[in-house]
Each structure stands twice: as structure tokens, then as C-alpha cells.
């Protein structure tokens, strides 16, 4: 029974049929391929990725789990690659949310086609973002030299940011029970894009293994040393700044551009709608470290982070 998701087509149902399947918190089916959990539309995007996906070799790829800095990175990515001049007034940023310029590949492009037109891009490298695992995201890359930077943050600060994310999507008041259910499917692994602790360690793996063409940035290290943060993500895109850029303040200029506040007071940010029907505000809220705290209880957090304890012990990344 595929319930809302009529529109899956028929070689996908028998594939869907023989993978592990589970339900969450919210009663939606998932099922897990390569590791990961999918809402059945999103894994029929994911492997139309794998199969119809053609590289180019300046292709530039924004992956996170969702909550930790998607939206921040993906304006950072902009505006390394559009300088903004003087004035911000027809900077792409101002004309599109971060998510418009930076599409995702299996929740937009090709959740909408099997084979979407990516001549019709506006970018230029083309920009793609993602929250699949690196091996599933790897697939149809093969030996290509595209960049892949990955974004990762506290998991107690996803959580409950996850968590005002959903409530404001329902247009509800965040319920403490809502919270609770969260925290008990990132310790059970199942829900849609997890286990996050696989999406993480895939990643940073890879960012060890191949640190040419993956790059693992941390949400804190944004926060507390944005100026050296940025200044490494332009020189891993091959686009660093010049001594003149420099002088010129043209590192601040960007951080300037994309901090929460700016960002969330362009007009197209306040009041544009996204291709999913979302409104671009609910992607600003806070913007804090540690705002977990505020939330969850001692006994949440404890269990949190036994969790990633067990779970990231060994692979020397700390989290
Ligand atoms: P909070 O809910 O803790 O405030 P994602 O972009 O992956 O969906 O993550 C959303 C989180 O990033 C939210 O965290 C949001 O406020 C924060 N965020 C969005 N834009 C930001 C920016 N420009 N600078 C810092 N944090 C930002």
C-alpha cells in the first residue's frame, strides 16, 4: 500500500517491496537503502540521481543532515562565487533564497523528473545540495573532481532545532511531546535522512580520505571564527581571496551578506514562497550554539549523548 505516494512508479514499488521498511514517529512509511531512510518519493529521486546524474567537472555539491547549517552554507557558496560589489541590489541572494539558488537534488530536481533539464541552471559551476550519505551522493560522481562540502552541527542543537522547524511548518505551537519523539527516533536511527550518525561519519571519512574534493566545516566554527571559516572554504573552491579582496574587506562583505540577520530581512526571504510550498522565512529562527539547553532536559541530553558516544568513538571526530 503506497497510501500518498500514488505516484510511485511501478519498477520502484517491486525495488521499495524488497528493501527494509519502517514507520515513524508521524506514521509515514520509510525504507532504507544504502543505509539511510527514505520517504519512498525521495529514495525514487535518489536513484534516478544515481542513475541519470552527469558530473561536470566544476560542479560544486552543499550536503548536510538537515538543521545544521544547510542554508548558511549554501549563501556562503553564493557569494564566494558572486563577490558582492558594492551594493547588494542585484546580488543573486537578493533575487533568490538560498535554497532557490542552491537546489536539492532528490527533494527538487529530481523529485520533479526522472531526467530533470539541468541546461536550465542559472549558476554557473552549477550548485546542488543534498542530504543523501556520501557513498549514495557518490554513485554517479565516479572519478570526478567536483566539490563536496559538508556541514555538520551539535546534535542536540539539530534536534531541537528540527523540532521548531516542524512546529512551525504545522503552524503549531512547539509541543514538548513532539520534542520527545524526536529525540527518541535519532536514538533508534529511524527517520527520514538517518541514521545521523551514518550521514556525519560518511562524510568525515571521506573529508579524511579524499580532503581535495570533500570538506567537512562545523556549524560552532562558523559561528566562533567566521572570517577563517570562509576564507577556507574559498580556497578548497578554488576561488580564494586576493590580497586586494582581502584589503578591501571583501571577506566581511560576505559574511555580512549571508549573517541570519541580513538574510532574513531581504524581502524575498520575509515573503517568498519556496518550490515545496515552505515559506523561505522558517529557515531563520535563532541561530545559536547551544540553544539546546534551553529545551531539552538533563535526562534528554544524557541519552543523546551516550548515543553519540557509542556511535563516534573511534572515528576521532568530535561532535
Ligand atoms: P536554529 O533553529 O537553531 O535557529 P538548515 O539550514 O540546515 O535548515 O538549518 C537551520 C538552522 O540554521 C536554524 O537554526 C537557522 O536559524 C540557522 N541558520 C539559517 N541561516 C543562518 C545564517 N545565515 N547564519 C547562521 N545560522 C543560520
Not at 514538548?176 to 571519512?205: M, Q
Not at 540553544?291 to 568513538?313: C, P, Y
Request: proline share 5%.
Amino acid at each position: 500500500n503506497f497510501g500518498d505516494d500514488d505516484d510511485i512508479r511501478t519498477e520502484f514499488r517491486r525495488l521499495i517491496a524488497s528493501l527494509p521498511s519502517d514507520i515513524n514517529m508521524q506514521g509515514k512509511k520509510l525504507c532504507n537503502y544504502q543505509g539511510c531512510w527514505y520517504y519512498y518519493k525521495n529514495l525514487q529521486a535518489v536513484i534516478d540521481y544515481q542513475k541519470h546524474f552527469k558530473p561536470l567537472d566544476t560542479d560544486i555539491i552543499v550536503s548536510s543532515y538537515p538543521k545544521s547549517g544547510t542554508t548558511w552554507l549554501k549563501a556562503l557558496t553564493v557569494a564566494l562565487l558572486h563577490r558582492p560589489k558594492d551594493g547588494i541590489q542585484s546580488h543573486p541572494l537578493t533575487s533568490d533564497s538560498p535554497h532557490g539558488l542552491v537546489p536539492f537534488l532528490e527533494a527538487k530536481l529530481y523529485a520533479r523528473s526522472s531526467t530533470p533539464d539541468l541546461t536550465k541552471l542559472s549558476s554557473s559551476p552549477r550548485l546542488f545540495s543534498t542530504h543523501m550519505p556520501l557513498h549514495t551522493l557518490r554513485e554517479p560522481l565516479k572519478d570526478s573532481p567536483c566539490k563536496i562540502v559538508y556541514i555538520c552541527r551539535n546534535v542536540k542543537d539539530v534536534l531541537v532545532s528540527e523540532w521548531q522547524f516542524r512546529s512551525r511548518m504545522e503552524n503549531k505551537e512547539a509541543e514538548r511531546s513532539t520534542l520527545e519523539s524526536i529525540v527518541e527516533s535519532f536514538c533508534k536511527g529511524v527517520h527520514a535522512c538517518g541514521p545521523l550518525w551514518d550521514n556525519v561519519l560518511s562524510y568525515w571519512k571521506g573529508s579524511l580520505e579524499d580532503p581535495k574534493h570533500v570538506l567537512f566545516m562545523r556549524y560552532e566554527d562558523l559561528k566562533e571564527e567566521p572570517y577563517a571559516q570562509v576564507m577556507r572554504l574559498a580556497d578548497f573552491l578554488d576561488c580564494p581571496f586576493t590580497q586586494e579582496e582581502i584589503h578591501s574587506g571583501s571577506v566581511e562583505k560576505i559574511l555580512g551578506l549571508c549573517s541570519l540577520s541580513n538574510l532574513s530581512n531581504l524581502d524575498i526571504n520575509k515573503t517568498g514562497i519556496s518550490w515545496n510550498n515552505l515559506d523561505h522565512s522558517i529557515f531563520f529562527r535563532k541561530g545559536e550554539v547551544d540553544d539546546w539547553k534551553n529545551h531539552l532536559t538533563i535526562e534528554m541530553a544524557n541519552k543523546i549523548d551516550m548515543v553519540i558516544h557509542e556511535k563516534f568513538q573511534g572515528s576521532g571526530l568530535k561532535i
